[in-house]
T-cell receptor, first 110, second 117 residues
Framework: QKEVEQNSGPLSVPEGAIASLNCTYS??????FFWYRQYSGKSPELIMS????GDKEDGRFTAQLNKASQYVSLLIRDSQPSDSATYLC??????????FGGGTRLMVKP | GAGVSQSPRYKVAKRGQDVALRCDPI?????LFWYQQALGQGPEFLTY????????KSGLPSDRFFAERPEGSVSTLKIQRTQQEDSAVYLC???????????????FGSGTQLSVL
């Protein structure tokens, strides 16, 4: 079992809808959680970080963390075609690295 | 520089050749990471430097892989006797402080796409 799990997708949503991306992790001592966006052929770009249980909002993005369930999610409101990308969940378990999931490919259709 | 810089952007090697990939982290960044990303997969950790010290190399897949950061800034990832399974994008990332500090964030370079024929 991988340490960080994501559904590979593709997740297809119509323009203007809410896209919901999910991630589970296995290490209970994990402390910091990140969402990266990666366009095809480009490097990962940090879009959200979350460190405590609950919701954190930044513009159209909301990150949600539930440490008891070992679950972190990313909501994208009013999805735009430019949001089409692969979204990578990353977890810091207080080691020497970030551990990434395999990514979920999001397609926003006009 | 303004961001993490990697060179070359693309590298084609014949099987058995040695390659060297370069990373210039953001100026002043203490931590430097190398990740390997296969097509359609998430980045996989290779190694971590804190300044010039290589604190973790547990992700290096074999002894053909070697990384260094002798002066605590530029880093080089060397792959000896390349194999087809080494074909991937090699990403370098840096962070301002030692990894594990509160609210620390990782910033990635554009990567080097290595193709071994």
């Amino acid at each position: 079992q991988k340490e960080v799990e994501q559904n590979s997708g593709p997740l297809s949503v119509p323009e203007g809808a809410i896209a919901s991306l999910n991630c589970t992790y296995s290490d209970r001592v994990s402390q910091s959680f990140f969402w990266y966006r990666q366009y095809s052929g480009k490097s990962p770009e940090l879009i959200m970080s979350i460190y405590s249980n609950g919701d954190k909002e930044d513009g159209r993005f909301t990150a949600q963390l539930n440490k008891a369930s070992q679950y972190v999610s990313l909501l994208i409101r009013d999805s735009q075609p430019s949001d089409s990308a692969t979204y990578l969940c990353a977890v810091d378990n207080a080691g020497n690295m970030l551990t990434f999931g395999g990514g979920t490919r999001l397609m926003v259709k006009p | 520089g303004a961001g993490v810089s990697q060179s070359p952007r693309y590298k084609v090697a014949k099987r058995g050749q040695d390659v060297a990939l370069r990373c210039d982290p953001i100026s002043g960044h203490v931590s430097l990471f190398w990740y390997q990303q296969a097509l359609g997969q998430g980045p996989e950790f290779l190694t971590y430097f804190q300044n010039e010290a290589q604190l973790d190399k547990s992700g290096l897949p074999s002894d053909r892989f070697f990384a260094e950061r002798p002066e605590g800034s530029v880093s080089t990832l060397k792959i000896q006797r390349t194999q087809q399974e080494d074909s991937a994008v090699y990403l370098c990332a840096s962070s301002l402080r030692s990894w594990g500090q509160a609210n620390e964030k990782l910033f990635f370079g554009s990567g080097t796409q290595l193709s071994v024929l």
